[in-house]
C-alpha cells in the first residue's frame, strides 16, 4: 500500500515521533510553506510532555516544571511563536524560592533573579557573597554566549561556549566557590539534568541554571496542555499527524532518503526525513550503506544518562497544602554519586513536586517523587511488555515506592497517611513508552573530556535525514526547543526563524 503525498508541489517531509522535538520541527516547517507529516506510533501524541490519568487523579509524565517564561524571556518567545501561549496557562512558583535544597539537615531555598539568588544563599554563607556574584557572572556569561539560548542570531561567542563544554561541573565551580558545603548546594539540582562528577560539562549546568534563574513555572492542567496546543498549531498550518503509525523502515537510495515504510506496509515517499526517535532507534531504521559500521559502533556504545524510578501520589482530599516549589532531598552528604548506590543505601537522593491543577491552588491532588534507578536494577525484565512484566517486578516496584516514601516521609513527617493510592514506574517504562536507550532520563550523558565522541550530529550522512530531539542539543523544554532550531535551519534560513521569534 501506497500514499500519494504529490497533491502539490511542496516539499514533503515526514517526522517520526510526535515528542516536543517532533512537534516544534513540524510547526517550523508547516509555517515555512514545508508539507509536513508527523507519524507517531503510540495512541496519544507528545512523548514526554503527555499527562495519563488514573481514575479521578492527572499526573505528568516528564515535564514537570519550566524557566525563562516570564513576557520576553527566552522560552515565553518560543512558546509563543508556536503558539502554544496564550492557549495554555502558566503557575509561577515562588520566586524566593522555586527549589529547595535539602542538605545536611538545612533547607536552601533557591530564589530567582542573580541578586536574589546572592543574598539568599549568603544568609548561610556570608563569606561567599563574592563567590556567588562569580559563580553567577560565569553561567550568565556562558548563557549568553550561545545564540540559540538568547535567541539572538548571530550573537555567538564560540570560544567562551567551547570553554566550558570541555571542563566539568564540579572543576568550574571548585575553582569559584571556596565553601564545599556551597559548592554542594549550588548543584543541588542535579537530577534535573542528571550530572556525573567529574564528567558533565559545565555548560550543561549553566543553561539549566540561567534557564531557571529567570523565572520557574508549572504548566496548569500539566504539560499534556502543551501537546494539545502545539497539535492544534501544527493542524492550523496544514500539518498532519497520525497516530498509531509505527515506522518500521526509512527507506533510501543510493544517496537520499526517499520514503518510510510502516509497520503495517504502508509507504509515505517524501523529500526530508526527521527522527524525534533516540539516535539509536533512528539507525535501526535505516539499512543504507551510506551509514557506515564505524559510526553505527559508536552509536550502540554511547554512554547514556541514568533512568528514574517515579512514584505518583494521589493525595487525600483537602489534606495536602499545595508546594510552589520544588524539593530536593538528599540522605546522602552530597548530590553527587547518587547513581551509586546498593540495595541497602537507595535513594541516596529524590525530587519531590505537585501536579498544578488550577491557578491560586490551595490543595495538591497529586505529586511525584523521582529518584535514581540504574537500567540493571530492572534488566531482569528486559524482555517484557507493560502491563506483563510479572508479579515479581510488581513486588520489586511495591518494595521501592515503600523504600522511597520512607524517605519522602523524613522531611514530610506524617505524608503516608495523606496518600489515597499510589502508582510507580521505572526505567523500563520510560524504555517503553518514550523509546530512550535504557530507558534513560535525558538520553546521552554528555563528556567534558571526550565532547566528540557523545556528540550527535543533527544531520546524518544521509544527507536528507536529520535528527532532532533532547540528543542534538541539549534535554528539557528549552533545550529540545532551540535543538528543533538547530534543525530546521537546514531547510529554512535560521534568520527568517529568528526574525520571528522577535
Known sequence: MTSNNTSDSRRRVVII????????????????GYEVTVLEQAAQPGGCLQCFRRGEAVFETGMHYVGSALPGQTLWRLLRYLEVIPAVRLSQLNPRGYDVIALGGQRYPIANGKENLIEGLARWFPTQRDALWRYCDTVEA?????????????????????????HSIDEVIGGIVADPQLARV???????????????PFSVHAFIADFYNQSAFRFVGGSGKVAEALVAALLRHGGRLRTRSKVARIVCDEAHAVAVETGQGERIDCDYVISDTHPK?????????????????????????????SLY???????????????????????????????????KGYLYMHFCDEEGQRYARTGVVLSYMNYEDVARWAATTVGKRGEDYEDFKERKAQRLLKAV??????????????????????????????????????????????????????????????NINSHGMLGVLVGAIVTCSELVRPEDIYKELL
Open 17 to 32: 515521533g510526535s515528542g516536543l522535538g517532533g512537534l516544534a520541527s513540524g510547526i517550523i516547517l508547516a509555517k515555512n
Open 142 to 166: 556562558v548563557a549568553n554566549a550561545s545564540s540559540l539560548h538568547t535567541l539572538r542570531f548571530d550573537h555567538t561567542n564560540a570560544t567562551l561556549s567551547t570553554q566550558f563544554q570541555l
Open 186 to 200: 549550588l548543584v543541588g539540582n542535579l537530577p534535573l539534568y542528571a550530572a556525573q562528577k567529574g564528567k558533565t
Open 281 to 309: 532507534r533512528t539507525l535501526d531504521m535505516v539499512s543504507s550503506n551510506i551509514i557506515r559500521p564505524a559510526f553505527r559502533h559508536r552509536v550502540e556504545n554511547l554512554p547514556q544518562t541514568t533512568g528514574v524510578f
Open 313 to 347: 501520589l494521589q493525595f487525600k482530599p483537602e489534606r495536602v497544602a499545595y508546594m510552589d516549589h520544588n524539593f530536593f532531598g538528599y540522605s546522602s552528604p552530597s548530590p553527587w554519586h547518587c547513581e551509586e548506590y546498593d540495595d541497602q543505601s537507595w535513594p
Open 409 to 470: 516521609e523524613r522531611d514530610f513527617p506524617g505524608l503516608g497517611q495523606d496518600i489515597a493510592r499510589h502508582y510507580t514506574a521505572t526505567p523500563l517504562t520510560y524504555r517503553d513508552y518514550t523509546g530512550t536507550e535504557r530507558g534513560s532520563l535525558y538520553g546521552i550523558a554528555k563528556d567534558a573530556h571526550s565532547l566528540a565522541a557523545c556528540r550527535i550530529p543533527h544531520r546524518w550522512k544521509i544527507p536528507n535525514l536529520l535528527q532532532t530531539g533532547q
